[in-house]
């Protein structure tokens, strides 16, 4: 038997039984490469790198843009941005992307399931307090917006909360409680760290004069909060009493999800 010699492959041509990289182009007609299941990740985590890329550009932005933030070639983007789109996920207008309606709906999903989750909770929470419960989740990483209100029903008095409410994430016991189920920020407040070491927030007049509260991240499987949990009240309040009613509250949430 005589032995071939061997040739190297022509350049930008992976050697036979190399994986191909997942930004090269396509395959040669009658092949189905087969992505590793490291390839295959890699390829998800550049399309969501540039989803949350365009979610901090809201006036969009060109391929070549998305090219120098994400670190990616610029015709691995177009590809990526061409599947994104036929999921709706993102919008094209002319040479700039955007988010897409798609976005909108899955986190109109995720927000429907959070408020079934919470709902008995949530109405639990407010009664025993005797205090305006609410759910908060995180949005544009910069605000915090009121998801779901509960009054309690048993009460002289309570503070008005309306669902739809929105405040900076850093102000407020709702916005504290989530950044402290986040991983630590170098330039996050100090209530932040001391949040994050008891599990809960607690502020006093922060975003409305008079008003006391106390919120608590909700945390599921591990992941950074996206949601809190808490109570709002008039004039300060038995820490002690109603924190652990917060954090309980949070934790029967986090398992429903």
Known sequence: MTDRPHRSAPPGRPHAGTPASPDAGPASPGTEPQPSPATGSKTID???RLLEILRDHPDGM????????ADVHRNAVARHLTALRNHRLVFRSGTRFTLGLGIVELGAAVQHRLRAAAEGALQSLADDCRAT?????????????????????????????????????????????????????????????????????????????????????IVT??????ASIGVVKIGVQDESAIAPRVLTAASEIARLL
């Open 46 to 48: 550049t399309g969501l």
């Open 62 to 69: 060109t391929i070549s843009e998305l090219a120098r933030a």
């Open 133 to 217: 419960a609410f759910i908060s989740v995180l949005d544009a990483e910069e605000e915090v917006v009121v998801l779901a209100v509960a009054e309690p029903r048993d009460s002289d008095f309570h503070v008005a909360y309306r669902a739809g409410k929105r405040h900076a994430v850093d102000r407020g016991a709702p916005g504290i409680a989530i950044l402290a189920g986040r991983p630590p920020h170098p330039d996050e407040r100090p209530i932040v760290d001391e949040s994050r070491r008891v599990g809960y927030a607690v502020t006093a007049g922060e975003l409305q004069s008079g008003a006391w509260g106390v919120a608590a991240p």
């Open 221 to 226: 499987k591990g992941r950074p909060a996206q």
